[in-house]
């Protein structure tokens, strides 16, 4: 439930614009420790079918992430509530 409330409070954050960066920050601290901690596909045997699953979530979560990185990095955008307050 913890990890439910705080990853929608922070991807609508992220969504409406308010303290962007901030959030995608944090955003992006808290999806790599979950990732790594949920989506271990290196614990797993390699002829294991959970093998390719936890695998492919992990890379899915990690193109995530560079996402957000590039939010960090450029900014919300022109029409985030960051942007109107200028």
Request: charged fraction near 15%; avoid cysteine.
């Amino acid at each position: 439930i913890l990890q439910n409330l705080v990853g929608t409070a922070l991807i609508v954050l992220v969504a409406i614009g308010f303290k962007t960066k901030l959030a995608a920050l944090t955003l992006v601290v808290w999806l790599l420790a979950i990732n790594v901690y949920f989506n271990a596909f290196w614990t797993i045997p390699a002829y294991k079918p959970m093998h390719d699953f936890l695998k492919y979530d992990f890379f899915q979560t990690t193109s995530v992430i560079g996402g957000l990185l590039l939010v960090v990095a450029l900014g919300p955008g022109g029409v985030s509530m960051d942007e109107k307050k200028k």
